[in-house]
């Protein structure tokens, strides 16, 4: 019983700079942290970056220094601003919560298309 929406996607060229947002309702106290990943044609879905309810960071080497991921426990939001992009960050992009567990669950957002091209 959780929802992600988010904002945000677009066209921009190499570079260039865009700004993810996602917000989390329903259950939001069962989750415990919030993040973001990508999936482009013909690949599977990766890891971009995620933070945690007590502000553990983690990022994918490939966005190091270039992205930065940010959360407001209390407004249950979750942002991503890239920097720098270039085309191989080309993908859907996905929010996404996990719940703590023996498996891992998993919400999805219905996801975001950043495309980076001149």
């Known amino acids: 019983q959780v929802q992600l929406v988010e904002v945000g996607g677009g066209l921009v060229q190499p570079g260039g700079s865009l700004r993810l947002s996602c917000a989390a309702s329903?259950?939001?106290?069962?989750?415990?942290?919030m993040g973001w990943y990508r999936q482009a044609p013909g690949k599977q879905r990766e890891l971009v970056a995620t933070v945690n309810n007590g502000g553990t960071t983690s990022y994918a080497d490939s966005v190091k220094g270039r992205f930065t991921v940010s959360r407001d426990n209390a407004k249950n939001t979750v942002d991503l601003q890239m920097n720098s992009l270039n085309p191989e960050d080309t993908a859907v992009y996905y929010c996404n919560a996990w719940r703590w567990g023996n498996p891992i669950r998993n919400y999805w957002g219905q996801g975001t298309q950043v495309t980076v091209s001149s």
């Open positions: 329903g259950s939001i106290f069962s989750i415990n942290g």
